[in-house]
């Protein structure tokens, strides 16, 4: 069947694309499109047009799988010149998500209606690139510089009720689409239509504001280049000819596209994707999942029975007295609180969240759960602890799953009986923010489990990644790496700040010893210290040394470096100096980029170790993992795509 089909109604013809998943703007798309103009304006019955699309969402862009391709015309700006110059004009009617090329060519429609839920934007930063078919010159003759700036910079699409305040579209239609659409177009028909939007006046502001607005948004981009690039392409439409700003778009759109940037984005877009449904587990069906189980309730826990609700499911939170349960609905109610003063959630909407947890102390409360996360101390006994009580309490096919951040997984779960219903899930602090989850199956696990565990990922919109059995599974063991190198370099005599300046000018919000003070020492130390006792040799760390002098990060008032009291702005601390004095070899000189790329390949280095054992499956899992997981600059693509590792 073809992409783009013309049905008449009266006098007014509907062009319907149908190009599933999403509708995207491939050539046939593009082609389809143009030859519906063509076909129309030819007809002398028509009046008018109404472009809607099948499926789950409006046009949502550009077909990101042919950038890499040469262009087959008809190119993108031409079609929605061609549909803006139309002698029957066009209603773009949005359901879904009109974002990217997709809503460029809503920009070239006359009018624009959407349905209730739909949203529209101009993802295109989020890719590397500036939206290439006039978006940064349509957009701000249609809403103004400052909601260009806002929509385009940021990325963020926006909902249907927004949009139309920003003056994004013209209507909102409630009910019926198509119907709604129809009666809007005969109505405007009526009356003069709104101006083409790229004849419409832009007014320039000063030069205070481009100031303004540069700082922003490099602040926010954290050296991704789309955003300043696309404020540059905004300012040269609202400053510029048409003629010329279209041109300075489409020259910046192609540099872009063919940008490291780009590349890198576009394959953590693809990866993401492709994360929550693993092929292996392509025929697997999940266990239904209607009421999930938290064991434990202190930040870890009331962070996952946080995301749990955020997801709509019921939870049934268990602590092991009345004291520490009542602490943990504590930290609960403080995690939506604190939603909805960061204007996320409305307060109706968190007393809902958290009328959707039941505190109980006995694990019978838990005998109809689905799933039950424990996520208790970290230690051992107490874990087993915790699922020998599971399996008296659950359902003999309720999965069981430990939120364990180093221990091993089959040591948890000797003894418990259908040991095939059990699985690792780490979930990374805050729990309901991040979003990685790292599935760890053991060799009793059943693809079934497996399959669940991927099925919550979804649910939760987590980005999940199957990783096998060892010290740390993927990201914490290539965090150790990474800090053992960290800690190399300070003994070669790089100062720490010059270590952790390398990898924020890299893109990471933090160094790796900033981010060690604000974490703490004392847990990776008492790691340490247990392997130690454990007859285990680890070779004795610098942090060691630091944790020692009672120096555990900024909760000591000190670790890396010193702490004014009340301040988190780190400075360089006499007293480390002095102590790791013995330990530095002299001073040696290395520029930034140069101490990043050696921190970045030990990284790397780690990851074909990895996937040499098997413990991820593919370096995109790797590179997602240290993305959602450790703040890796998403622009670089993680550090196997940075260092070449993906072809
Ligand atoms: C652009 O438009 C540039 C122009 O300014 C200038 C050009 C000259 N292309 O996310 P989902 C696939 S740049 C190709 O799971 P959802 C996706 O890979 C583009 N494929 O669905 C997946 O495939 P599979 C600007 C695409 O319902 C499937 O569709 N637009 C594209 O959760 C389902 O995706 C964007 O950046 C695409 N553009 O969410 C929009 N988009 O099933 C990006 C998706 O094989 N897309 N696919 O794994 C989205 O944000 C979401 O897909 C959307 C639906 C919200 C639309």
Known sequence: MSVVRIERDGDLAVVTVDNPPVNALSASVRQGLWDAAETLDADPGIRGVVLICAGRTFIAGADVTEFGKPPVPPHLPDLVNRIEAAAKPWIAAIHGSALGGGFE?????????????????????????????????RTPRLAGVAAAVELITTGKPVKAAKAREMGLIDAIVPGDLRAGALAFARQALEAPLPAPVSVRPVTAPDEGFWTEARGRVAKAAKGAAAPLRALECIRKAAEAPLAEALAFERQTFLDLRGSDQSAALRAVFFAERAAPRPAHLKDVTPRPLTRVGVVGAGTMGAGIAAALRDAGLPVTLI???????????????????????RGRLTAEAAADRLAGVTGATDYAALAEADLVIEAVFEEIGVKRAVFAELARACRPDAVLATNTSYLDPRAIAEGLPNPDRFIGLHFFSPANVMKLLEIVPTPDTSPETLATGFALARMLGKVPVQAGICEGFIGNRILKRMRAAAEALVREG??????????????FAMGPFEAQDLGGLDIAYLQREGARAAGRTVPETLGDILVRAGRKGQKTGGGWYDYAPGSRAPMASAAVAKLLAPLIAGKVALDRPAIADRLIAEMAAEGDTILAEGIAATPADIDLVEIHGYGFPRWRGGPMFATGRRG
Do not use: K, Q, W
């Open 319 to 341: 602590e092991r007295d009345a004291a520490a349960l009542e602490r943990g609905l504590h930290t609960l109610r403080g995690i939506f609180d604190g939603a909805v003063s």
């Open 494 to 507: 790089v100062p720490i700040a010059e270590v952790d300046a390398a990898m924020r000018d890299y893109g």
């Open 105 to 137: 060519v809503a920009l070239g429609c006359r009018v624009r209606v959407a349905a209730e839920g739909a949203s529209v934007g101009l993802p295109e930063v989020n890719l590397g690139i500036v939206p290439g078919a006039s978006g940064t010159v």
